[in-house]
């Protein structure tokens, strides 16, 4: 398997880690009362959408994964990332369509701030698109926008999502 690969696979669990993190993303309860609040809210949950929505966070960080791998990110060569965080918006338990995930990219230099990407897939069987990206200073503020990835690089990277996402399953 090729470095690349690797990579992909290591960012895919790493994004299914983030998804279950999301689930208790307000942390951990501090009292009975509060660990019994949680309990019921994530009882409550469908675990099929919950599977569903690790598996569009999966593919989306697949996507974006293999694009900064590839350097197809004009703004973002792989060599300044220090590593990125993948986000539902809204992080619901449930997947409506356009699904909107959000890349939070901590830089190797942190005098040079953060970036973020926003992609968006339509529907279950269209690809995913990044739709913005932007830098932001060291205080999160919007600074500039960032050059997008071609739609010829995206479409590279969409087609390499199902193999990715096939060895994800092997290696599991």
Same mark, same amino acid.
């Given at each position: 398997? *090729?470095?690349?690969?690797?990579?992909?696979?290591?960012?895919?669990?790493?994004?299914?880690?983030?998804?279950?993190?999301?689930?208790?993303?307000?942390?951990?309860?501090?009292?009975?009362?509060?660990?019994?609040?949680?309990?019921?809210?994530?009882?409550?949950?469908?675990?099929?959408?919950?599977?569903?929505?690790?598996?569009?966070?999966?593919?989306?960080?697949?996507? &974006?994964? &293999?694009?900064?791998?590839?350097?197809?990110?004009?703004?973002?060569?792989?060599?300044?990332?220090?590593? &990125?965080?993948?986000?539902?918006e809204p992080?619901?338990?449930?997947?409506?369509?356009?699904?909107?995930?959000?890349?939070?990219?901590?830089?190797?230099?942190?005098?040079?701030?953060?970036?973020k990407y926003?992609?968006?897939?339509?529907?279950? *069987?269209?690809?995913?698109?990044?739709?913005?990206?932007?830098?932001?200073?060291?205080?999160?503020?919007?600074?500039?926008?960032?050059?997008?990835?071609?739609?010829?690089?995206?479409?590279?990277?969409?087609?390499?999502?199902?193999?990715?996402?096939? *060895?994800?399953?092997?290696?599991?």
């Amino acid at each position: 398997m *090729n470095r690349i690969m690797i990579y992909a696979v290591l960012l895919v669990a790493l994004i299914t880690l983030r998804a279950f993190q999301a689930i208790a993303k307000d942390g951990p309860a501090s009292s009975e009362e509060e660990l019994a609040n949680k309990a019921a809210s994530v009882s409550s949950v469908n675990p099929e959408e919950v599977k569903k929505m690790i598996s569009a966070l999966q593919e989306a960080t697949a996507f &974006f994964s &293999f694009m900064s791998y590839q350097n197809m990110l004009p703004s973002t060569p792989n060599d300044i990332i220090k590593r &990125f965080e993948a986000t539902m918006e809204p992080s619901e338990y449930s997947i409506q369509y356009p699904l909107k995930v959000v890349i939070d990219i901590e830089l190797r230099d942190p005098s040079r701030g953060h970036q973020k990407y926003t992609l968006e897939k339509s529907a279950v *069987n269209k690809p995913w698109k990044v739709l913005s990206g932007y830098q932001l200073d060291t205080r999160k503020k919007k600074i500039a926008d960032l050059k997008l990835p071609s739609q010829e690089n995206q479409k590279i990277a969409n087609d390499k999502v199902p193999v990715l996402m096939k *060895n994800k399953r092997t290696q599991e």
